[in-house]
């Protein structure tokens, strides 16, 4: 149950598809060419920065893997893990994180 309470799943803005990087739901090939970068502080340091394009699945290949099994409705959600430096967060924690500059989210830790 570490990860599942109460507000343990913020969610920033929803993106059009229109304003997402070119290639982000593409081939591999197209993925790789994506600078785009995600994210996150915690009390103003940063615990994680990665490009999108180090991610192991593209967006593509979680979409086309998870229809194999169920079906994705309008308005699911596809959490896809974080990058290296993941920890602990504490009561009164401030948080940030974005993709590079669309979606940004800030919240505190109750």
């Known amino acids: 149950m570490a990860k599942c309470f109460d507000t343990a799943c913020p969610v920033g803005s ?6 997402l990087p070119v290639g982000f739901l593409t081939s591999r090939q197209e993925f ?3 600078n785009s970068e995600i994210w996150l502080r915690v009390n103003k340091i940063e ?5 999108l394009n180090m991610m192991i699945w593209t967006p593509a290949d979680l979409v086309s893997i998870i229809t194999r099994r169920i079906s994705l409705e309008y308005g699911d959600l596809v959490l896809t893990g974080t990058p290296a430096g993941v920890g602990p967060l504490k009561s009164g924690d401030e948080v940030e994180a974005s993709l590079d500059s669309l979606c940004p989210i800030r919240f505190g830790v109750k």
Request: hydrophobic share 30%; aromatic share 0%; net charge positive.
């Open 14 to 19: 929803i993106l059009p598809l229109k304003s």
């Open 32 to 34: 790789q060419k994506i």
């Open 47 to 51: 615990r994680q920065r990665s490009k």
